[in-house]
């Protein structure tokens, strides 16, 4: 019977489950949405379920592991999530043990933004690139650098968030305790909060947000910016310009042989790319910038999935690993 | 016959030898000018001179190999030297195989930083340290990450440039192409120009210079800080904070288990350190940066050749690999 390795993608709104062979086949997925804040009983009792769905569609009964990944933080040597920011009444949650009780199988739990690095490395964009770091761009800024197929682990099993490293300290203040770190400076809302600094009075957005500030969202702002809206242009460009600081940063702390973008940044690529190799091309001085290579993430909002189900495979197979 | 091993550190100025056993002990060393202008062929006979003298003032015959670790950019792949910022002349030197034909042994190159990281892994303050990071600050800020005792490599094994991650897009042009990158902001020639920017009529400084602005340096800056003069003080707290956010966005970027500080800029610690503590409280939301231990280099000068040792030991002995 084919064995399968099932992938959990635990996000503060939606939870994915999705069921791969080992050859990176994915057999069945679902989702649904988790309503962390009725709390996590009832949240363990949805992935319970979906996990069984998708066994059971994916047409073998050989399950193998369960690799879960989950927004932060987590923690990966004890199997616990305590996220109060994101999955709100998740309170010290220990969810590798309650799954590996309910199924019996090894059970891992990682950072959703190292499973989703991890799946570009096993079937995406990153295949075999022996450094690879990886940036998820939207409400937040996300990161991950995966060394040889192993997710890099700070004291403690920690995750890094280079999203939080101080880009500016005049910028504005973050909820990590920081003045101008990467994310306050060009996710999503901060776009959106730098715009609304800005006097609006020439700008088409308050027309597009139907007359109501709280309606303007980084799309929005991107599309007026793409239809020549001063206001909107000048903050995409500012937002832009520090978004390729970031990417300066990190190819010269890490100096990766890839990175790989994803999220919802992403598609305003075509307002955030030029300004990112613009920064590139001015800091090869030292470190030749322009050597790495920078791509799309391929699996979309799959990568989480196929990188959970590899963190099984990768501790079962010898073949896997380095 | 004890068996040796030689480690070089080849600066700016100065090139150092010293042998040591597999205990780690330093059983010579020695130190010469290596006159970098005058090319390298000059250089390379000093330096095999130098490990003859360091070998025979060892006691033993049996050398096992040589490890060099040089003042940056190097190339460890091909064992070559091109290095037009601090070692003029020496362009694209193979001096992996020039010592390597000269004394018939394994010989290792590695950069500076990286090999001080290491002598301080193996025999100083971060002995067994899993995530070990190094700074040196002084002229410039080199930095350095020891995994596990393995020295972090990116694309082609280039050395990371901490030192040089931009860390205030308002700050000064440095030579690496970025505005207020790490060093830029607080090495010892930064807090120079900084000093020189200001008005310095009501200070001592220019006293202590005897009246020649080129004759101020950092030292007499940290001094006249120290003893209450106004400029000189906020030009040292502006460095100093800077400083702490530089450590700040090294541990959000890598969480080490440990950070080892060196350079000229230690011996101006208690005007740095209580700033960098409190960057470092304020900077602990997400990632518990105050666990994070950082302690003074405990090697000194002699840091870059156990390292540079170390390297061929770590290949050689099985007993030193993880």
């Known amino acids: 019977m084919k064995r399968i390795v099932i992938g959990i993608d635990l996000g503060g709104t939606i939870v994915r489950a999705g069921a791969f062979d080992e050859q990176g086949h994915m057999l069945s997925a679902r989702e649904i949405p988790i309503e962390a804040p009725r709390g996590p009983e009832l949240g363990l009792r949805k992935i319970q379920k979906l996990i069984e769905q998708v066994q059971a569609e994916s047409g ?102 280079a999203g939080h490293t101080i880009l500016d300290p005049n910028g504005p203040l973050c909820y990590c305790g920081a003045h101008g770190c990467w994310e306050s400076l060009c996710a999503g809302p901060s776009i959106v909060r730098d715009v609304l600094k800005r006097d609006l009075s020439d700008s088409s957005l308050l027309q597009m947000a139907g007359g109501d500030h709280e309606k303007i969202d980084a799309c929005m702002i991107a599309d007026a910016a793409r239809n020549g809206d001063p206001v909107a242009r000048q903050t995409m460009e500012k937002a832009a310009r520090d978004f390729g600081l970031g990417i300066v940063n990190i190819i010269i702390n890490f100096v990766p042989e890839m990175i790989v973008l994803s999220g919802g940044l992403m598609r305003s690529s075509d307002l955030f790319l030029p300004a990112m190799q613009e920064a590139i091309e001015a800091h090869s001085i030292l470190i030749p910038a322009k050597q790495v290579r920078i791509l799309p993430a391929q699996l979309g909002y799959h990568a989480g999935l196929y990188g959970a189900a590899y963190t099984i495979w990768s501790t079962e197979n010898e073949q896997f690993k380095r």
Chains 1, 2 share one sequence.
């Open 60 to 161: 073998t009964d050989s399950l193998v592991g369960i690799g879960i990944g989950s927004t932060g933080p987590v923690d990966p040597i004890r199997g616990r999530i305590h996220n109060p920011f994101t999955l709100p009444t998740w309170d010290d949650v220990p969810i590798v043990e309650w799954v590996q009780k309910a199924f019996n199988v090894s059970v891992t739990l990682e950072n959703d933004a190292d499973v989703a690095a991890l799946g570009e490395y096993w079937q995406g964009a990153g295949q075999s690139v022996k450094k690879l770091f990886a940036v998820t761009a939207g409400t937040g800024i996300g990161t991950a650098l995966i060394e040889e197929g192993q997710i890099y682990r700070g004291m403690d099993g920690l995750h890094p968030e």
